[in-house]
Nanobody
Framework: QVQLVESGGGLVQAGGSLRLSCAAS????????MGWYRQAPGKQRELVAR???????YYADSVMGRFTISRDYAENTVSLQMSSLKPEDTAVYYC?????????WGQGTQVTVSS
């Protein structure tokens, strides 16, 4: 089993910044992908950004140029720096880790962007 603990999130005005962090523990495999998904009310969960153990990154078009994903391999953490936030970024953000053919999820953290 893998446990993911998220931190960060909160309320911010449009144009502001927030940083999310996620720490993984438990049965850690070196080959993995970590990322962030989000789910707004009434919408499906969507991929925001992900980064592989090799450092390859992917961003959703909606956050490209505004969000940056990074990871600390030694600490098994992944962070999402969010800038130029928009009201449409409001959602519950979930940390995800994919390893050994399984998905693991954090409990979610609320991000609210006021206009």
């Amino acid at each position: 089993q893998v446990q993911l603990v998220e931190s960060g999130g909160g309320l911010v005005q449009a144009g502001g910044s927030l940083r999310l962090s996620c720490a993984a523990s438990g049965n850690i495999f070196s080959t993995n992908v970590m990322g962030w998904y989000r789910q707004a009310p009434g919408k499906q969960r969507e991929l925001v950004a992900r980064i592989s153990s090799g450092g390859n990154t992917y961003y959703a078009d909606s956050v490209m140029g505004r969000f940056t994903i990074s990871r600390d391999y030694a600490e098994n953490t992944v962070s999402l720096q969010m800038s130029s936030l928009k009201p449409e970024d409001t959602a519950v953000y979930y940390c995800n880790r994919y390893q050994d053919w399984r998905d693991y999820w954090g409990q979610g953290t609320q991000v609210t962007v006021s206009s």
